[in-house]
């Protein structure tokens, strides 16, 4: 049975709270796909996330590479990393291109935009994201928990 929460974001400040909420739920092998229409903010969520989880880096858009790995110290203090995927360029229902093996990884949260974008990804996929840009820049945020 999948659980769905729906958040109706009115700033950034929200917004970026709102993925720091959800980092907080996060744990190793979490693999979260994230939907929403170009500018809607995915890679801005990814970002809040990774500065909650620790990363020290600077969070980029892997467009052009598919993805990117940060590494951070865990909860138990074992080096953790975070694998961002952006699937934006990959022909529809391509295969996956060197990251699936940090999916469902025991050292690994990896997050997925434009997942729709990558064949038989479903199956490690453990929340969905969809952002939904509202007037005045407000969003829709609906996070499901997959079963």
Same mark, same amino acid.
């Given at each position: 049975?999948?659980?769905?929460?729906?958040?109706?974001? $009115?700033? %950034? *400040?929200?917004?970026?709270?709102?993925?720091?909420?959800?980092?907080?739920?996060? @744990?190793?092998?979490?693999?979260? +796909?994230?939907?929403?229409?170009?500018?809607?903010?995915?890679?801005?969520?990814?970002?809040?996330?990774? $500065?909650? %989880? *620790?990363?020290?880096?600077?969070?980029?858009?892997?467009?052009?590479?598919?993805? @990117?790995?940060?590494?951070?110290? +865990?909860?138990?203090?074992?080096?953790?990393?975070?694998?961002?995927?952006?699937?934006?360029?990959?022909?529809?229902?391509?295969?996956?291109?060197?990251?699936?093996?940090?999916?469902?990884?025991?050292?690994?949260?990896?997050?997925?935009?434009?997942?729709?974008?990558?064949?038989?990804?479903?199956?490690?996929?453990?929340?969905?994201?969809?952002?939904?840009?509202?007037?005045?820049?407000?969003?829709?945020?609906?996070?499901?928990?997959?079963?």
């Amino acid at each position: 049975m999948t659980h769905a929460v729906t958040h109706n974001i $009115k700033s %950034l *400040g929200e917004f970026k709270k709102c993925a720091q909420a959800f980092a907080s739920t996060l @744990k190793i092998g979490d693999v979260v +796909g994230l939907s929403g229409p170009l500018g809607s903010g995915k890679t801005t969520f990814i970002q809040s996330v990774a $500065k909650k %989880l *620790g990363v020290a880096s600077a969070v980029t858009s892997p467009t052009f590479v598919v993805f @990117k790995l940060y590494q951070y110290a +865990g909860s138990n203090g074992l080096a953790q990393w975070l694998c961002h995927v952006d699937a934006y360029r990959l022909d529809r229902q391509e295969e996956a291109v060197g990251f699936e093996e940090y999916c469902g990884n025991d050292g690994a949260i990896c997050m997925i935009e434009w997942p729709e974008n990558i064949l038989h990804i479903d199956q490690y996929i453990t929340h969905k994201i969809s952002i939904e840009v509202q007037k005045n820049n407000a969003r829709i945020v609906r996070i499901t928990k997959m079963p």
